[in-house]
Each structure stands twice: as C-alpha cells, then as structure tokens.
C-alpha cells in the first residue's frame, strides 16, 4: 500500500543516516509542483540540513542513492535539495487494484485500539441551531466517518446545558410569550419562542417557571435532532447535563479534587487549583462554586469529562466555537489533575462564518434573534453544497457562506464540478454496457502502457490514503475537499484530451474503464466522508 511504502523509503533512509526519530518528522512524500515531472517528491534535505551540517543537495544526493528502488522507475535530485520519484507502472496499477477489490486497504492495524469520542455542536437548547452549529456539525461528523473508515474506534456525542441560569431564562423567555407580557432582562427574542408559545394549552396559565422552562427545553431539543438529521447528522449519543446531576457527579469530582489539594475557598467561592499558585489563577476565571452556592459550568465540564474517560474513551476530541479559546488551557489542567494524560484531550477551535448574500455580509445576533438558522440555509441551498462549502477551510480560518454561488448549478460552484464527475462516470459506465464493455474487467498489466494523463490520473487516485491520514492527524477534512477538487480537474483534463470507449482499441478501453472505476470509486467514497451525495444523473 502507498502509506507502506512511504514508511519503507522513510526506514531505510533513518538506516542510512543513523539519526534518531525526530529528525524524519518531515521525511514524507508530497506532490511535486506542477513544473516538475515526477510521481512525488521529498522536501527532507532541506530541513535536515541544519542537523547533519551538510548542504541539502549533498544530503539529497545520498539519500536518492539508498532509497529502495523495488517500485521506482526513476529518482533525482533537484535545487535546493528535492528528491523526484518516478513510480513504476506496476506498483501504480497494483495500488489501484488493491484499493478497489480489499474493503481493509485503508484500515491501518494499530487504529482499532483508540477509542474516540468526538463531542460537537453541543449548542445551547435556547434557540435554533445557527450556521456555527452547521459548520461545527460538518466537521465533527466528517471526522467521525473518516476515521471510522480508517480503522478507528469512534463515537459522536452532543452535549446538551439542560441546566443553570440560561435555562431559566428560556423559560421565563416563553412564559413571557405566552402571556404576552414583556420579555426578562437579557432574555431571548427570537420569534421560535413564539411559535412553540402557540403549542401551549390554556392549562399553562398556573405553570411554573420550571414547567416553562422544561417544555421549551423538550420542544429546542427536539428541534436541534431533527434539524440535525436533516442535516446527515446523527449522533451516536445525546448527553444531558442533568444526568450529572443525577448521579453526583459533581460533588464527586469536587471530593477528588480535595483530596488532590486542588481546590481551596476564598470569600465564600471554591477555586480549582492549588493555594500556593492561587494568585496566577484567579484572573483565570477557576471558579468551580460561585459565592452563592451555584455550580459553574466549569465544574459541570470537568465531571462531564471524567464521565467519558469513565465510559472507556481513550481519546477526547472538543469542537468549540471561537469564543472558547481561553477555556482549553482551563480544561487542560483538570484533565491533567484527575490524573488524566493531557495530550489525549484535544480541542478544535473552529471560526466564525459570515453568510454573503450578494456582496453583503449578513450580520446575526442569536440573543436578539436576528439570524439565519441552518435548516433555513439547508433548505435554501440544500444540504450538499453546505455540507461541502462548510468542509472547504481549515477550522482555524473564517469562512464567508457565499449563498449565491451554492445555489449556481454550475462548474463555478465546486460541490456541482465535483459531483458532475460522479454523474458523467455513470453515464459512459452505461454507454460500456451497451457496446459490451465490461467495467469491471481488469486490464493486462504487463501488457498495457500508461500515457501522461492516465499515469497521472492513477497517482492522485493512490494519494486517497494519504490525504484521508493528514485529515485524521490534523483533525480537518479541508484537505479532502481540496483533493477531490483537484482529482476533478484531472478528470476533466484526461476526459477532454482522451476517448474512452473504443470498439477499435479494446485492451485501451478497458485501462481506462479501470482508472475511471478508481475515479468513481474515489468520489463516491470521498464525498460520502464529507456527507455529500454522489448523484448518478445530474
């Protein structure tokens, strides 16, 4: 496999060398630029320059002589110090074979032993979800399913504040609704507490706030589970605050705490942390029990993530809005005081997103209740293009929603240009069958000879395994997008220059039906990892 045999090329040159681990963290292969004719290229020399004390060319001159040529057609050197791989035709076909007929080719033995739980969305049941909700959502159930389809243990979770002070005021938000009287200070304005107003019967008249607050959380939560199966997102469990509650788990992480010396009083408040570096934490807002006796929400997440260390989760995976960015040191150092390794917490911050529609950027206040919710933008724009438009950037950047470009039906929006392929495969797939071309016939290997495009078209195909392991190591599908992006211009690019089904040229026809197989096989999958339809017909 291709993964196997970057690992192969990357031993044999830590032999050669005899230098430790860290020092091949960049030995891996990556696509040569566009002017370099090659299958791949390794960029190692220039970053080892520094520690072999020699200049990258001579390092790279070394290193393309003790590279197995087992599956190499060609290795060279170039300024400042690259090493240029040509693959023999075999191995690129052989890949491409295993890659259609093994169902554990992109499983890797090891994976199965993390248990993972991804937690995200995780909205508050105050309002509908929003396109933060949608672009959290996009990334936390593409990560999920690429990396179940690499091999891993993991599982989706929601996690719902069905308690505190927010959801009074939900209540008393709704109470004021249904009583047509003025809403509370600060309380929520949206015209959805209207609407689930209008579900209540005269009785409501002698409820108590509680009995408010508790409908309006039944009817939000509800809600957030349809908008998000509507949205290809089903989690694999919805977790209430309220069960910590039940169970104690609160004032047991406060007795571990205790017992740790990590938790003190000051003027009638509990802190977390220890006293003798209380001064540095106290402007870090480590309040664990307010001075009037009420539980943070500080507290209610560290139980919250003991609670899935406690389930057999070997590894916590947050998605947290940007707002959330000064919490993760915070979470960090409880994680690291119940005893808990650090690094198998991580979170992922992902930024905002600002909905253009036109030239304007539409500005959205949740509190005020002026915004677009995502089964509105669903509904407008459809669930494909938002699950792919929200999938296009890396967590860390901000994404503008072009609604108008979504909505076009054309090769400008790239959800329809990738999709298209899928579409235009079918239909030749269908022509093969009635010129009686079979498909599924794999060519003669030894007998065949690849042209630039269909050698070129091969090499992106196997880079499938590569590109899904950079999503898993970085946490972000943005890299898939971009890949089947790019393997969607090659397409086009080869189906422009080259015919495929030709009754004169029997052995080429089916090569190419064969690398189309893979390209079919490629987009069906990579789109269904990003919660994408593959349409047949468009």
Same mark, same amino acid.
């Given at each position: ?7 192969? =090329? ?10 430790? *681990? ?16 090659? *299958? ?5 020399? =220039?970053?080892?320059?520094? /520690? ?30 690259? /090493? ?31 248990? /993972? ?8 049941? $105050? ?16 990560? =999920? ?16 504040? !069905? ?6 005021? #939900? ?23 209207? !609407?689930?107003?209008?579900? #209540?019967?005269?009785?409501?008249? $002698? ?39 039940? !169970? ?7 007795? %571990?705490?205790?017992?740790? *010396?990590?938790?003190?009083?000051? &003027? ?78 991580? +979170? ?8 253009? /529609? ?122 898939? +997008? =971009? ?13 422009? %220059?080259?015919?495929?089904? *030709? ?15 893979? +390209? ?15 349409? &047949?017909?468009?």
């Amino acid at each position: 496999m291709f993964d196997a045999f970057e690992k192969e =090329i990357k031993k044999n040159a830590q032999k050669a060398f005899e230098l430790k *681990d860290s020092a091949f963290e960049k030995f891996n292969f990556s696509p040569p630029p566009p002017h370099v004719k090659s *299958d791949l290229s390794i960029a190692w020399p =220039i970053a080892a320059a520094r /520690i072999l004390k020699m200049p990258p060319m001579e390092i790279a001159k070394k290193a393309a002589d003790i590279i197995s040529r087992a599956n190499i057609e060609s290795v060279d050197v170039a300024p400042p110090g690259f /090493i240029n791989i040509n693959l023999k035709k075999e191995f690129l076909l052989n890949n491409l074979s295993r890659m259609l007929s093994r169902p554990d080719y992109f499983k890797e033995s090891g994976n199965f032993l993390q248990n /993972i739980n991804v937690e995200f969305v995780s909205a508050n049941p $105050t309002g509908p979800l929003h396109l933060a909700s949608g672009s959290a959502a996009s990334l936390g159930d593409s990560l =999920i399913r690429i990396l179940k389809f690499l091999g891993y243990k993991a599982s989706s979770e929601f996690y719902v504040n !069905d308690a505190g002070n927010q959801v009074e005021l #939900l209540g008393q938000s709704l109470k004021a609704r249904f009583l047509d009287k003025n809403l509370p200070e600060n309380g929520y304005q949206g015209d959805y507490l209207k !609407d689930i107003a209008l579900r #209540l019967s005269s009785e409501a008249k $002698t409820w108590t706030d509680k009995q408010f607050s508790d409908f309006a959380l039944k009817k939000m939560i509800a809600s957030h589970c349809e908008d998000m199966k509507e949205f290809g997102v089903e989690f694999d469990k919805w977790f209430l605050e309220s069960e910590l509650h039940k !169970d104690n788990s609160l004032e047991k992480v406060k007795e %571990k705490l205790k017992e740790k *010396d990590l938790i003190y009083e000051k &003027e009638g408040a509990l802190w977390f942390g220890s006293l003798d570096e209380k001064e540095d934490l106290e402007d870090k807002g480590r309040v664990l029990v307010k001075s009037d006796g009420k539980n943070t929400y500080f507290l209610s997440d560290i139980a919250y993530h003991l609670n899935k260390y406690e389930r057999g989760f070997t590894r916590l995976i947050d998605i947290w809005g940007a707002d959330h960015h000064g919490y993760v040191p915070r979470m960090k150092a409880a994680v690291s005081a119940l005893n808990k390794n650090a690094e198998s917490f991580e +979170v992922i911050i992902h930024q905002l997103v600002s909905l253009k /529609i036109g030239d304007k950027i539409v500005k959205m206040s949740k509190r005020k209740g002026e915004f677009i919710s995502l089964k509105e933008l669903t509904a407008d724009v459809g669930k494909d293009a938002c699950r792919f438009f929200f999938a296009m950037r890396s967590p860390n950047t901000h994404l503008n929603f072009d609604v108008e470009l979504a909505k076009k039906r054309t090769n400008e929006n790239p959800v329809f240009y990738v999709q298209y392929v899928h579409a235009r495969i079918c239909s030749i797939f269908a022509k093969a069958q009635e010129m009686n071309f079979d498909a599924n016939l794999l060519p003669d290997f030894n007998k065949v000879n690849l042209n630039c495009e269909e050698k070129e078209l091969i090499n992106k195909l196997i880079w499938f395994e590569k590109v899904l392991n950079n999503c898993a190591d970085d946490l972000t599908p943005h890299h898939l +997008v =971009i890949y089947l992006m790019e393997l969607s211009a090659l397409f086009h690019s080869f189906y422009d %220059k080259h015919k495929v089904l *030709d009754e004169n040229n029997p052995e080429t026809t089916t090569l190419r039906l064969f690398i189309l197989r893979g +390209v079919k096989f490629v987009i069906n999958e990579g789109l269904n990892l990003i919660g994408v339809s593959s349409p &047949e017909r468009m």
